[in-house]
């Protein structure tokens, strides 16, 4: 019924652009997002805003793809793309922002990765985020001359280190004690929308809960800072092994900042990752990261230099690299923390704007 519904909606729009009654939209780039408050619209809007501030506006966001006729349609992911694309004019040039997925996430994944690999002359680029996917993709026949690696951004100047009095602040308004590890976990770990009780394994919370029991029984005092919707199977399993946690839902993105403030640490436990954002935001509030390879991770995360990485997903391997870095000295953390944060800058969104107009954009308008 989905598909059914695209095409309904697009056949107007692209029958209107191929007789001349409508001449598309405005910007020369049309930036598509979903309709929902999280990474792939603001990845969009990020993107969006550092591309106009170089060249005035040369991007749009939409939610409306059916409406794309003779631009640059960029499809903030892989899904987007299957959805709509081949419904859309023939005469846009096509981008896909393509983060993660891999047969072996399951059937239903290995079956979406053959469309999309079936569609591929139809795309004039591929933006991927990371190292791994970037090698995965080119594996997989991508050419080279059609894909580019540009990271997933972070707002520097708003994801900033606390100050003492910041953090004394917000752990109080938060309930949380001084005495505690705090242990962050900023995403969506559910299946659906609702309270998420059937766990999103691919996000690794069960890894998560493993991490932070087994930190625990090496007497660390834990506590977890969850935010985000679909946390019901975490927060039960942390009841369950007796771990004190603290569940936040931020109305807006950059209410995320005072929540890092508030961390010692933070877990990347998942088994497949785009970035994930949580990463690059952590190093550049100063908050030590210890990351499963995924995603960005192996980008920026040095072992011991800029944060903890391991092999493997399990939460014994996790909880040693936690303990270990926990163990630093004051003047050996604040070195790992500065140097995260030195490594996070090639993330920053104004350089990922300036990369998406040099790499992109800018030969895509000329043709």
């Not at 005035?56 to 694309?85: C, D, E, K, N």
Request: charged share 20%.
């Amino acid at each position: 019924m989905r598909q059914i519904n695209a095409r309904a909606l697009s056949i107007p729009w692209r029958l209107a652009g191929a007789i001349g009654l409508y001449p598309g939209s405005q910007a020369p780039v049309q930036f598509v997002i979903e309709n929902a408050d999280w990474a792939i619209r603001w990845v969009g809007e990020h993107v969006r805003d550092e591309v106009n501030l170089l060249h005035p506006g040369l991007v749009q966001t939409t939610i409306h793809p059916q409406r794309v006729v003779r631009r640059v349609a960029h499809f903030g992911s892989q899904y987007m793309w299957l959805a709509w694309g081949e419904l859309l004019s023939p005469d846009n040039r096509n981008v896909v922002s393509f983060f993660h997925g891999k047969p072996e996430d399951g059937p239903a994944v290995a079956r979406h990765i053959d469309h999309f690999l079936a569609r591929l002359p139809r795309l004039s680029m591929v933006v991927t985020a990371s190292g791994m996917i970037e090698n995965r993709l080119l594996d997989w026949g991508i050419p080279r001359e059609k894909l580019v690696r540009i990271p997933i951004g972070v707002d520097t100047r708003a994801f900033v280190p606390p100050t003492a009095e910041e953090r004394r602040a917000v752990r109080e308004r938060f309930g949380i004690p001084d005495h505690v590890i705090v242990v962050g976990s900023f995403q969506k770990d559910g299946m659906g929308w609702g309270d998420g009780m059937e766990p999103k394994l691919i996000k690794g919370p069960d890894i998560y809960v493993d991490t932070l029991r087994l930190m625990k029984l090496a007497g660390i005092p834990v506590m977890a800072f969850l935010t985000g919707p679909a946390r019901g199977y975490v927060k039960q399993r942390l009841q369950q092994a007796g771990i004190p946690f603290t569940h936040t839902f931020c109305r807006n993105h950059l209410d995320l900042v005072a929540c890092y403030h508030a961390l010692d640490l933070y877990l990347v436990s998942s088994r497949e990752e785009g970035g994930p954002m949580g990463l690059m935001e952590s190093m550049a509030s100063a908050v030590p990261v210890v990351s499963t390879k995924v995603g960005m991770a192996p980008d920026l995360l040095i072992d011991g230099v800029t944060g903890g990485l391991i092999d493997g997903f399990n939460g014994e391997a996790l909880a040693r690299k936690a303990c270990e870095l926990l163990s630093l000295a004051p003047s050996e953390i604040e070195r790992l923390k500065q140097a995260a944060l030195s490594a996070v800058q090639v993330a920053d969104w104004s350089v990922v704007g300036r990369s998406h107009w040099e790499m992109v954009y800018r030969h895509l308008i000329q043709r």
